[in-house]
């Protein structure tokens, strides 16, 4: 299992979605609002309403984090150390590591049959070197006859062997499960609560969207929603990508996962900026590394239109290049070196023709896949575009 999505949907992810409709026969108008999963190694949550023109505009940006099928490999790998104990567990990570590979790689198999509150007990082949380096640890010792393992939890697990099967009861099983299904669902609950337009549907896709223990959980969890799981939900994200290079037009509205801004110097002013900042030139007190913002955060905007214009002036040029570009995981950041704040690159390159003290016009537009940012000085007529991959 890999991802799994309750849906932000970027520039590839929608085309997912749509791609789902399509594959399910839902006609996309009549699903006005709607909620996604990306299920799997990571979760992306994010919601999304389908206008009536059949575009899409995203309600919130893409939010998660590791708790994905991943997270409850790692839940086994632990197990399975508690099973032949550190001192295996260290000299296989240093010298056989690719048998605790072929240890996650038959858990990864096994681990979409695991069903909530089942009568049958799970079961997952143990590769036979694992076997075989216990006993080279531990000679004369059997792993298969092991009947018990303690966990992290400081609790006893019984298990059984069939041939070079492990055997343990599927509520025990569960537990791998638990840590991820509990930070999605509560993730899940804290967005719902944040929109403001009523949701109705949730669509999961993505590896992880195979697994029973999560969609029963999502289903118990939110009983009023309608879920929908489509087949082959591993592929949506491939199938999607394929999509969207045919129409790339889907998506009218998305939100900025950052804020973005310029370098800039200010007249330094007492009430609203920091001393550590001031500066003498000529006569002057100014500013440093203040950071004037050109989008913020969480704002919305229209693919492929320009954002609003805003104006800044050069007083000298720097042989690297000017007008430098920084984005912030903060909505107000004040200067460019708080933390949160990154310096992306130089919107004017170096040996540009632009004038000094004469105003230039800074705009920028989301496209499909990339962020335009354009410097226009109106009196030399003289125009530098600079392209931010998303």
Partial sequence: ?????????????????????????????????????????TIDITAHEVMDDGH???????RGGNWGSTSVDDKYLDFIKGLIGDS????????????LVEVCKEFEIAKRNISPKSDIKFQVRIPYELAEEYTKV?????LMSKDSVLTKRKKRVSISFVNNKLRLA?????HFFAKSVKKITHR??????????????????????DSQVLTKAIKSKFPEMRIIIPEEAAWSVLRGAIIFGHDSSLIKERRSKCTYGLMVFETFDPSKHDEKYKYTDGDEERCGNVFSKLLEKDEAVTVGEYQKERVFMLHKKVKHGDMKLYTSTEKNPKYVNENGCSFVGRILPPGHNFLLNETIHVMMRFGETEIEFKAHQPISNKTMVYYLGQ
């Fill in 188 to 209: 899940l609950r804290d967005i719902l609560q944040e929109i403001k337009k009523q949701i109705t549907t949730l669509i999961l896709v993505g590896g992880y969207a």
């Fill in 88 to 99: 295996v567990a260290r000299h296989l990570q240093q010298s056989q590591s690719t048998v």
């Fill in 170 to 174: 599927s509520e025990d099983a569960e």
């Fill in 138 to 142: 531990y000679p004369g010792e059997n």
């Fill in 1 to 41: 299992m890999g991802r799994l999505s309750v849906y932000t949907i970027t520039c590839i992810d929608f085309l997912n979605v749509f791609l789902i409709l399509k594959s399910i026969k839902l006609g996309i108008t009549l699903l006005n609002k709607l909620q996604y999963f990306l299920l799997g190694g």
């Fill in 56 to 62: 899409v505009r995203e309600l919130i940006r893409a």
